[in-house]
């Protein structure tokens, strides 16, 4: 046991010169943090790799009127797998591997709370999405009822519909783990000194993320079990002949629903709050009242969700109480918004590629926003319901806004976990072409939705077309580009030999915990948690011995 | 929170079933609770809407489509639906009632939809709604859509 603990502390973890089955083994029963960050990484991006795939099968079906190259049948299932797959494959498990490299650095502790449960965590995706995806090569194909499956709809789907709620399932366990296990680290755990009120916002905004998933995950369980009762078991939760609604699958639904699109975007508001200073070489603007802002929209995510169904035929008093508090929201963001103006305002800006990213999230991001304050106006959103206005405003939420946010991160922190810089040049040029193909991607479905174009079909009226042609054109662009990025971080990570290393503090206007370990940090960090000293100002941590580290070891 | 998923099952029942809301007051009053007294002066227009549900060829129509009515008095309309199988099937058609703040004004003595239809091999069947609007309906309420689907529950039923 000693001699273990010896080789774990000063050798760090089996490599791959150690044999390929200790090699795997390792990475398999891992309950190392800034491990499994690297596996959720990396599982995300293959899934985002996945996913891509499916929206050019969409893209290359729109790219003109009438049907092409897949049939309806398919097409649909390439829609509901293409949401299902970025959601819950995607961008969910960045940001919790993100805050497993994250978190535990930026607070000053060794590891997570409950490692085990995070490697469990972690284990239970693979299977999930082996599940999910395994469903297009069965009879009857996969499930093409749309990701948010409606019922009657989705009951009508064949032999991928267990399939579809297991999957389901499944994920929904492993988002509650990472949950818990932030929320515990981050309430326990902290390096002594550190205040809630002097945690990082990147620690702040996956706090309240993680209770976000804790309450409503288990809503959708309880939703889809009910699906899968009513198909397989006779019960009639939400079938009409038999004293059912499936209005109310709709209530259930977006009950987690909603509070999901903000468990998707916050955790993007804390990286940007991160990046942005850095890079204006000023403290954020407004701390604390982005704090409050966060925890704002948090609450008011859970009294907003029928907006998502204001055609279902609600009283004028429904729709009057969803379309205000929905409006609400713009307020907290707003404040969010102009924090992050302020905190640009008079900076010493510099364009490194993390601070484009982040920039463009703010910009592209209030976009999203105002176009989801269009659709929050009820009579208004009668004829944006299920259009392509709709597809565009949550992708503008979703790609430039969470998407951008990832990959920013990922610039700005991967020098700190390598050692080693990306390719500046290349990753300015991954930024221009992501950003000028993902606008020519969603801008044009603003207007092809305004005049009428609807979600989820194959086909379209010919009035359409070009707005369809550049949307495809984007979407391709968009999707070889990213191929610049994949090369940048593949360099990073498997050929560094040879390259000089970075600092500890790899960006000169960084504060935090994490810039106070070496770059890469050993497999161990804060094993002996830092001291934060009282009088330090909110959330920089500059004061903090950057020896804590070398000397336990000494 | 799992549990609480499956709370708002009877949850969404008690709120509909109290305000109206969605349409969903199946307005089922016993004959004697309902005593006439009927407004002259006001008129009101009570449409019936039938929709048999998932593409079933079953016949399914009112005899009437509209009726001007006054509040406060009880009316009788009938309504027919034939099985279109060559075997005995049962039905049953859910109501629901437009505008919302009219749902809970609207008493029924007597409606198919209190039950399950049981229809013999091809039988057609006359089947009667009595109704009454009370005269508290709201003002400005000048039209009443009572929406009947009809479903095929056989297969329900043989389960």
Not at chain 1, 207 to 217: E, F, N, R
Not at chain 2, 17 to 46: I, Y
């Amino acid at each position: 046991m000693t001699q273990d603990a010896h080789r774990h502390d000063h050798h760090g973890p089996v490599q791959l010169k150690d044999g390929v089955v200790p090699y795997l083994m390792r990475w398999i029963t891992t309950t190392n943090h800034k491990d499994l960050g690297t596996l959720y990484l990396l599982f995300s991006v293959f899934m985002f790799m996945v996913g891509g795939l499916m929206s050019l099968v969409i893209r290359a079906e729109l790219w003109g009127p009438g049907l092409q190259y897949v049939n309806p049948e398919f097409f649909n299932q390439m829609t509901t797998l293409h949401a299902l797959v970025m959601i819950f494959g995607g961008v969910m498990p960045a940001f919790v591997g993100l805050a497993n490299w994250m978190v535990p650095m930026m607070i000053g502790c060794s590891d997570l709370a409950l490692p085990r449960v995070n490697n469990w965590g972690f284990w239970i995706l693979p299977f999930a999405f082996t599940l999910l995806l395994s469903t297009l090569f069965l009879p009857g194909g996969g499930p093409a009822g749309g990701w948010t499956m409606y019922p009657p709809l989705v009951l009508q789907t064949g032999n991928a519909f267990p399939f579809l709620i297991f999957a389901v399932h499944l994920m929904g366990i492993s988002s509650i783990t990472g949950a818990i296990n932030v929320a515990v680290t981050i309430l326990n755990m902290r390096a002594p000194g550190m205040t809630l009120l002097k945690m990082p916002l990147f620690a702040w905004t996956w706090l309240v993320t993680a209770y976000l998933l804790i309450a409503t995950m288990p809503v959708l369980a309880g939703a889809v079990t009910m699906l899968l009762t009513d198909k397989y078991f006779g019960t009639r939760f939400f079938s009409a002949a038999g004293g059912g609604d499936p209005v109310l699958f709709q209530h259930v639904f977006w009950f987690f629903g909603h509070p999901e699109v903000y468990i998707l975007i916050l955790p993007a508001f804390g990286v940007v709050s991160t990046i942005l200073p850095t890079f204006a070489r000023k403290p954020l603007f407004g701390y604390d009242s982005m704090v409050y802002a966060v925890a704002s929209i948090a609450f008011l995510s859970f009294i907003v969700w029928a907006h998502h169904m204001f055609t279902v035929g609600m009283p004028l008093a429904g729709e009057l109480f969803f379309m205000f508090a929905t409006m609400l929201i713009a307020v907290p963001t707003g404040v969010k918004v102009f924090n992050w103006v302020a905190t640009l305002w008079r900076g010493s800006l510099t364009f490194e590629t993390p601070m484009l990213f982040a920039l463009a999230f703010v910009f592209l991001f209030t976009i999203g926003g105002f176009s989801g304050l269009m659709l929050a106006i009820a009579p208004a959103d009668f004829q944006y319901h299920d259009t392509y206005f709709v597809v565009a405003h949550f992708h503008y939420v979703l790609v430039p806004g969470a998407v951008f946010a990832i990959i920013a991160a990922v610039y700005y922190w991967i020098p700190k976990w390598t050692g080693v810089r990306y390719n500046e040049t290349l990753g300015q040029l991954h930024f221009w072409l992501s950003a000028v193909f993902i606008n020519l991607t969603f801008f044009p479905q603003h207007f092809a939705g305004l005049a009428g174009m609807q979600r989820r079909v194959p086909d379209y009226a010919i009035a359409f077309t070009d707005f369809n042609v550049w949307s495809s054109v984007g979407a391709f662009g968009f999707f070889v580009a990213q191929f610049l990025m994949l090369y940048n971080f593949a360099r990073c990570v498997w050929f560094r030999q040879g390259r000089p290393r970075v600092p500890a503090r790899v960006w000169e206007g960084a504060h935090g915990l994490e810039w106070t370990v070496p770059s890469p940090p050993p497999y161990h960090t804060f094993e002996i948690p830092p001291r934060v000293p009282e009088t330090e100002v909110t959330a920089t941590h500059d004061d903090v011995d950057p020896l804590t580290h070398v000397k336990q070891h000494a | 929170m799992f549990g609480f998923g499956f709370a708002l099952v009877p949850l969404y029942d008690v709120l509909c079933n109290w305000t109206g809301f969605n349409g969903r007051s199946s307005g089922m009053s016993v004959a004697a609770d309902v005593a006439e007294q009927p407004d002259n002066t006001r008129t009101v227009t009570v449409e019936f809407l039938t929709t048999v549900n998932g593409g079933q060829p079953w016949a399914f129509a009112p005899d009437v489509q509209r009726l001007e009515v006054h509040p406060g008095k009880l009316y009788t309309v009938n309504f027919t639906a034939q099985n279109p199988h060559d075997a005995a099937a049962m039905a049953q058609a859910v109501p629901s009632i437009a505008p919302w703040n009219a749902a809970r004004y609207l008493k029924k003595t007597e409606c198919f939809c209190f039950r399950q239809q049981v229809f013999a091999a091809l039988e057609e069947k006359h089947m009667p709604v009595r109704f009454m609007l009370e005269r508290e309906l709201p003002a400005e309420v000048d039209t009443v859509t009572l929406s009947y689907t009809f479903f095929d529950v056989t297969q329900l039923a043989l389960r």
